[in-house]
């Protein structure tokens, strides 16, 4: 445990680049999709947790900000008490690959008013490990990991 | 766990009316709404009732209180006369209660009722509970000091068609005035109010209770403890919300207090139909129903990560109570969280929930 604590503490905090896309502009009604891409800029795979993350695959936390010309727009989707992960509840990332993630956030929020939508996602990551064998381990012994996603616009327009 | 929105569809095309009482099977069915026609009246058998009351003798101080759960165990869903059920607290002669042998007087309302319309009527679902815990004090008379035997009404007395049996419960009651219905009627409408719906087992609906019934102790010995305490840095405070502020104390006193009346005064729903490995979960937006996972059962009753501590962790994330997000998970996170971010513990679930659990305790 000692040596991982070494090696993710020597681990700069650019280890997941990340790139978001939205389409300018939407039709109400319409399902909105926001596409990440996390890239694993180390030498070493990444195993992340996908709690509050893209990683997520369909909005099952209140992971992004996201305001309508300024204003916060709700989370409407589930929110979960999480005991110690499973095995599963960790998506793998090799050494210089990219995980494309789209989420479908007209889910969990509503876009059906026109204006300016701004989407963020701020992390952190809640437990990266660099070792298969470390993951899942207990809440306890998680390790955050910084991650930097820009800020994403869509509008949305009347019919 | 797949991709399907099977947590989401709620929202697609509109967002799906909830009905407290309706059959749910899952979280992702829709409600049939025209359930509550099609199904029959119950008949004699098809609803199970328990009787329980959390404590044998009772003093004159003491509100006698007693928890109903009505379970369908007729194989299809039924539909029941609101009014000869505590759904909105005791309206007609629910129970035969007994002292020492006699009869005791129903002191309660009687209402004059028109023919049931159909919104008079509820519907419980194939396997679906009802629980409520109603007051008895302003409907019966416990004038006398003695012992009480309390069961169901077999049949509601006026002519009531639907029958019920149930288990008889004895308690010894000291004497007490009466309290007039108009004092009494207010609190049995809206207080106590815990139904189950996604076919939660009789084993499940028992722990449920009981779970609930100890997070309304934790919500208010939270918000007394918030209320008494002089503010001030205390090592429980500070351990789950860090450094002390006048302004975080205030804000953290104002969510149990929220949390508190929620318990006390709304009606909530536990939906037993989610199968995921989580403790639970709600949708913020929809007050007071609460589905609870796998965790859930294998958790213990009170202490830390326990079901009575998961119900206020679920109730402080609705909007209408306290909006807390999932900042940290466990305690370990969540005590580094109050060292790191003050706002963030403020605005966390599981902060709350160590918070009321306070196990181990701290002063
Ligand atoms: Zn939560």
Known sequence: ?159 | MSTSSRYLRWLVGGVVGFSLLSACGAPDEQIDTADGQSAPEATAGDVAVSLSMGSTALSARDDVQVTVTLTNVAGHPVKLLKRNTPVDGIKNELFNITRNGAAVQYIGRHYKWAAPEAGDFLTLGTGESLTRTVSLAGAYEFTETGSYSISYAEEIHGGGATQFASNSINVWVEGRPNVLPEEAGEREVTAFGLSTSGACTSTEVSSITTAFNSAKTYASGSLSYLTNTTPSGTARYTTWFGTYSSTGWNTVKSHFSSINSAFTTKSVVVDCSCSDSAYAYVYPSQPYKIYVCNAFWSAPNTGTDSKAGTLIHEMSHFTVVAATDDWAYGQSACKSLAKSSVTKARDNADSHEYFAENTPAQN
């Open chain 1, 1 to 159: 445990m000692a040596a991982t604590q070494g090696t993710e503490g020597a681990t700069p905090a650019a280890a997941l680049r990340c790139e978001v896309s939205a389409p300018q502009s939407v039709k109400a009604g319409e399902p909105v999709h926001v596409t990440f891409r996390l890239t694993n800029s180390t030498a070493q795979p990444l195993f992340v947790l996908t709690w509050r993350s893209p990683f997520e695959g369909e909005p099952r936390s209140r992971f992004l900000e996201i305001t309508r010309d300024g204003t916060e727009v709700p989370y409407q989707g589930p929110m979960f008490k999480r005991g110690d992960p499973e095995a599963g509840d960790y998506a793998t990332l090799a050494p210089g690959a990219t995980a494309e993630l789209k989420i479908e956030v007209s889910l969990a929020y509503d876009f059906s008013r026109p204006g300016t939508y701004r989407i963020a996602f701020r992390g952190p990551l809640m437990d990266v490990a660099t070792q298969q064998a470390e993951v899942p381990r207990p809440l306890a012994q998680h390790r955050a990991m910084p991650v930097q996603c820009p800020v994403v616009e869509t509008t949305i327009v009347a019919p």
